[in-house]
């Protein structure tokens, strides 16, 4: 089926709903967390400060497109990461805007990267103490695969969330940085951002972002083990 067995192909999918769950949590509860320390209390009233997925998941960004992602990458297409249910922020109550914009825009990527170390250090532990061996993280290994995804999805989540297009954060983390004179080129991305998204995703134009990033994180798995 699609290449590979059906129990596999299942195992796989599943594997890679569990992973993406985790992920999508920590980085939208990372956002919720951050804007309550500075006094929004607008996520924390709605319970968005929590790792329970269901509080983050969106039927069709968390499920039905990853899913049908999952499916198309397996047979050779592209795939859909998916997303989740928008952070509920209310920037007036931020006792400092400035410095509350910046931090709640990269808590949730800061999140993301907790995971990638967190996967690293499992990765390395795991071929040290011969849970796994090397290759299993390649191959048909429920540990490895487990592993590979938190590692990989996570990178990839943090080098898409960094791209400077609305909605995404890096397009808030950049405005930090930048003179007030380019508010009017963000306002008007605000309103193209995600078509722009669309076309680089569905183009495959992302490949050529993510590439030399995996490339990278192979080389650090090497170097590591």
């Not at 996520?43 to 049908?68: K, S």
């Not at 499992?122 to 090397?134: D, G, M, Q, R």
Request: hydrophobic share 55%; net charge neutral; aromatic share 12%.
């Amino acid at each position: 089926m699609f290449g590979m067995e059906a129990t596999e192909l299942i195992s796989r999918l599943v594997i890679f709903i569990v992973v993406l769950l985790l992920s999508i949590s920590i980085h939208e509860a990372g956002h919720a967390w951050m804007s309550w320390k500075f006094g929004d209390n607008t996520a924390y009233d709605l319970g968005r400060v929590t790792l329970n997925p269901i509080a983050h998941a969106d039927p069709i960004g968390t499920l039905l497109l990853p899913i049908l992602g999952f499916i198309s990458a397996s047979m050779g297409g592209f795939g859909l990461l998916g997303w989740g249910k928008p952070c509920p922020i209310n920037p007036r109550n931020w006792a400092n805007y400035k410095k509350a914009n910046f931090w709640v825009s990269i808590a949730g990527v800061l999140g993301n990267l907790i995971l990638v170390i967190t996967a690293l250090v499992l990765i390395k532990a795991a071929t040290f103490f011969n849970v796994i061996e090397l290759r299993d993280l390649v191959g048909t290994n429920p540990i490895g695969i487990f592993l590979m995804s938190l590692l990989f999805m996570n990178v990839s989540l943090i080098v898409f969330n960094l791209l400077p297009f609305p909605p995404l954060d890096g397009s808030k983390i950049l405005a930090n940085f930048l003179p007030a004179s380019f508010q009017p080129i963000f306002d008007m991305l605000d309103q193209y951002g995600m078509i722009l998204l669309w076309i680089l995703v569905i183009s495959g134009m992302t490949r050529y972002i993510f590439q030399p990033v995996s490339e990278f994180v192979i080389y650090l798995l090497i170097l590591i083990n």
